[in-house]
């Protein structure tokens, strides 16, 4: 099948590669750039495992395609963190026990960052729940992952403030 | 999935000329149906021309007095917007509660409306609000574009520009959501413009329809004990997992109500 050719920044570093049409982007960074940190859950559009930043907005990477993200800024979790220092919403997922397997843990993470983009730095418990429709996780219940967004997020505000 | 095809003009005509000229193509907008049903192998489109890079899809205005949002604006866009906010806030409010939010941050209202999926929330409110679809050839006012299920009266290579509604006096919406799916079992979008009730509902058909019955009702008077008291047929409505015929016939007239309470209290509805 032809390939296309594309051009993108993924995690700060710009990347050109030759992609079929139909590779999800996921497949494009796990199985080609070796980014294994975005998970497949479902596959399907439903469970936000996938979920990434694409110019600055999060979506699901298991539902668009590589050629669309061609001339885009793409971030996944493996830009979140400051080398060894976690982001202070990594570090809240850790102090509140928000993971038990940890598989849907990066999803939840880049969710809870467009979160906080979306809606700034003080959010509700209803707020958070709202916003967590589009992830699942099948261990935590979701109570500490709730804790954990929230303390993140004021952390998140701290830290820009210091 | 089945390969395909894939272009991304930067121009509405370009768009035009490649869905006529290559066979069995699809417009690609935010991805948010055809993708999943792609990967299902539900759909094989030979080849997807994506409408994500035209700027003359984008925007939302007020050019008449009409407010106009552009194929490609996002649910995201469309809830946060301060002139549908202030124009029609129960827009706002069904942008905002389609899908979640890695759904919202994607998906177009061109899009939902072109896929015109039975149980969407944009149809009930076109109809309702007595929209205007605009294409790359036409305008196709909303009763005349939703012709049946995922059919619509585009004729391909036809593309949606822009939707415009003429701001209601009130108008509010209510999803009866199905908390896995995020789609309605039923929503009612409720519209009264001077003396004229439109009742636009979703979920509960084939496809999205005008509630003639009780656009009657709430024409003599707007009230929700009116709505309340209304008894629907159920013979054109569907049976599924989530309920029967009949309880979607006692639904929709009561989410008629409530939405008729939120037009009178100047509020702009809810997800129950």
């Given at each position: 099948?032809?390939?296309?050719?594309?051009?993108?920044?993924?995690?700060?570093?710009?990347?050109?590669?030759?992609?079929?049409?139909?590779?999800?982007?996921?497949?494009?960074?796990?199985?080609?750039?070796?980014?294994?940190?975005?998970?497949?859950?479902?596959?399907?559009?439903?469970?936000?495992?996938?979920?990434?930043?694409?110019?600055?907005?999060?979506?699901?990477?298991?539902?668009?395609?590589?050629?669309?993200?061609?001339?885009?800024?793409?971030?996944?979790?493996?830009?979140?963190?400051?080398?060894?220092?976690?982001?202070?919403?990594?570090?809240?997922?850790?102090?509140?026990?928000?993971?038990?397997?940890?598989?849907?843990?990066?999803?939840?993470?880049?969710?809870?960052?467009?979160?906080?983009?979306?809606?700034?730095?003080?959010?509700?418990?209803?707020?958070?729940?709202?916003?967590?429709?589009?992830?699942?996780?099948?261990?935590?219940?979701?109570?500490?992952?709730?804790?954990?967004?929230?303390?993140?997020?004021?952390?998140?505000?701290?830290?820009?403030?210091? | 999935?089945?390969?395909?095809?894939?272009?991304?003009?930067?121009?509405?005509?370009?768009?035009?000329?490649?869905?006529?000229?290559?066979?069995?193509?699809?417009?690609?907008?935010?991805?948010?149906?055809?993708?999943?049903?792609?990967?299902?192998?539900?759909?094989?489109?030979?080849?997807?021309?994506?409408?994500?890079?035209?700027?003359?899809?984008?925007?939302?205005?007020?050019?008449?007095g009409r407010l106009?949002?552009?194929?490609?604006?996002?649910?995201?866009?469309?809830?946060?917007?301060?002139?549908?906010?202030?124009k029609i806030?129960a827009?706002?409010?069904?942008?905002?509660?389609?899908?979640?939010?890695?759904?919202?941050?994607?998906?177009?209202?061109?899009?939902?409306?072109?896929?015109?999926?039975?149980?969407?929330?944009?149809?009930?409110?076109?109809l309702a609000l007595d929209a205007t679809?605009?294409?790359?050839?036409?305008?196709?006012v909303a009763d005349?574009?939703?012709?049946?299920?995922?059919?619509?009266?585009?004729?391909?290579?036809?593309?949606?520009?822009?939707?415009?509604f003429p701001p209601p006096d009130a108008a509010a919406?209510?999803?009866?959501?199905?908390?896995?799916?995020?789609?309605?079992?039923?929503?009612?979008f409720v519209a009264r413009s001077g003396g004229t009730v439109r009742v636009g509902?979703?979920?509960?058909?084939?496809?999205?329809?005008r509630?003639r019955?009780l656009e009657a009702t709430l024409m003599t008077a707007f009230d929700?004990?009116a709505?309340?008291?209304?008894?629907?047929?159920?013979?054109?409505?569907?049976?599924?997992?989530?309920?029967?015929?009949?309880?979607?016939?006692?639904?929709?007239?009561?989410?008629?109500?409530?939405a008729v309470?939120?037009c009178m209290?100047g509020?702009?509805?809810?997800?129950?």
């Amino acid at each position: 099948m032809a390939t296309v050719r594309i051009s993108l920044t993924v995690n700060g570093k710009p990347v050109v590669s030759d992609v079929e049409p139909r590779w999800p982007l996921v497949e494009f960074l796990r199985e080609h750039l070796g980014l294994t940190g975005t998970h497949v859950g479902c596959d399907t559009s439903q469970c936000g495992a996938c979920t990434v930043h694409v110019d600055g907005v999060a979506l699901r990477s298991c539902t668009l395609f590589a050629v669309q993200a061609d001339g885009c800024d793409v971030k996944t979790i493996e830009s979140v963190s400051a080398g060894n220092e976690l982001h202070p919403m990594q570090a809240a997922f850790h102090q509140h026990h928000a993971l038990q397997c940890g598989f849907c843990t990066p999803g939840m993470i880049m969710s809870a960052l467009d979160l906080v983009r979306r809606e700034g730095y003080e959010l509700s418990e209803e707020t958070i729940r709202q916003n967590l429709e589009g992830n699942i996780c099948r261990c935590t219940g979701y109570y500490n992952i709730i804790k954990a967004i929230g303390a993140g997020a004021k952390a998140m505000r701290n830290a820009s403030a210091g | 999935m089945y390969a395909f095809e894939y272009r991304r003009p930067a121009t509405l005509e370009d768009a035009c000329k490649a869905l006529d000229s290559l066979a069995e193509s699809k417009p690609l907008a935010g991805g948010m149906s055809i993708v999943p049903v792609m990967r299902q192998r539900l759909a094989s489109p030979a080849a997807l021309i994506d409408l994500g890079r035209i700027d003359a899809l984008k925007g939302i205005g007020v050019p008449d007095g009409r407010l106009r949002i552009g194929a490609m604006t996002t649910h995201f866009a469309v809830s946060r917007s301060e002139l549908v906010r202030s124009k029609i806030p129960a827009l706002a409010q069904l942008a905002g509660g389609i899908g979640d939010p890695l759904v919202r941050n994607r998906g177009t209202i061109g899009g939902s409306l072109a896929h015109n999926d039975p149980a969407a929330c944009y149809p009930a409110s076109v109809l309702a609000l007595d929209a205007t679809i605009h294409t790359d050839r036409r305008d196709i006012v909303a009763d005349d574009f939703i012709v049946g299920t995922f059919s619509t009266a585009l004729a391909p290579p036809e593309i949606i520009v822009a939707v415009s509604f003429p701001p209601p006096d009130a108008a509010a919406y209510i999803k009866f959501i199905n908390a896995s799916s995020r789609f309605s079992i039923v929503g009612v979008f409720v519209a009264r413009s001077g003396g004229t009730v439109r009742v636009g509902v979703t979920g509960a058909g084939h496809h999205a329809f005008r509630c003639r019955p009780l656009e009657a009702t709430l024409m003599t008077a707007f009230d929700p004990q009116a709505a309340r008291a209304a008894r629907l047929p159920s013979d054109e409505l569907i049976s599924d997992i989530n309920g029967s015929a009949a309880f979607r016939a006692h639904v929709i007239p009561e989410l008629a109500a409530r939405a008729v309470e939120h037009c009178m209290a100047g509020t702009s509805g809810a997800i129950v």
